[in-house]
């Protein structure tokens, strides 16, 4: 039988104290890990990007929302792999293999996630969160505190998105507007032109296999 430890978080045992509040620690961060994964790493862009793309064919919810968010996962695993591969060899094997202590493991992990999240974070957005918690300019990543830069990094990868998101509904809006002109020259006036451009937008997106250049665009920008 496996002996599961009592938790008392009144006890006044030191060590029963600790072991407690590090159950704690570690439930929170477990119901923390979607919301860490998706403003640690590249999630946000991609899932912005393909948001875009669904809404410029207006497709309603086609593809579904499983279907995006499964997709951008494992693009996001795809683009993380290194980073992961660094965080499990320098932070989650030592301490699995009792080389070093969870504080050692959580300073060693931190290290490539900032690295990632760095190279990807604009200037202005990181000054912004700096300034406001009047910290000096840093003149090394280890300067640069996690709590600045997560926030400094999900903005960044919003206007990201964003940009690429506008290029992606130009031709998408060039097809509404001739499809409603020529409707209106028509006389057609009670024909919505939103049903007749559906179709020449998915043939349009078929045609120059836009998922692939979606895609290979995303994994480009990183």
Not at 197 to 218: E, T
Request: proline share 7%; charged share 15%; glycine share 4%.
């Amino acid at each position: 039988m496996i002996e599961i430890p009592a938790l008392d978080i009144f006890s006044e045992e030191p060590e029963n104290l600790t072991a407690t509040i590090q159950l704690l620690l570690l439930l929170t961060v477990l119901a923390l890990a979607p919301s860490i994964l998706i403003l640690t790493t590249c999630f946000t862009r991609i899932i912005v990007v393909l948001s875009f793309v669904r809404s410029g064919l207006a497709t309603q919810q086609m593809p579904p929302n499983q279907v995006l968010i499964g997709l951008a996962l494992f693009i996001t695993f795809f683009v993380m792999a290194p980073v992961f591969s660094e965080v499990n060899e320098q932070a989650l094997q030592p301490l699995f293999e009792g080389e070093i202590t969870q504080e050692e493991a959580f300073e060693a992990a931190a290290i490539p996630m900032k690295e990632f999240m760095a190279r990807h974070t604009r200037e202005k957005d990181l000054a912004l969160f700096m300034g406001y918690a009047g910290l000096p300019r840093p003149e090394t990543l280890d300067d640069i505190p996690l709590t600045a830069l997560i926030p400094a990094f999900a903005i960044s990868e919003l206007k990201t998105a964003f940009q690429i998101g506008f290029m992606i509904f130009v031709p998408f809006l060039v097809i509404d507007m001739v499809v409603a002109s020529i409707l209106m020259s028509m006389g057609m006036m009670m024909l919505p032109p939103v049903m007749i451009a559906l179709p020449f937008k998915i043939l349009l997106f078929v045609m120059v296999d836009g998922w692939h250049l979606v895609v290979r665009s995303l994994l480009l920008s990183f």
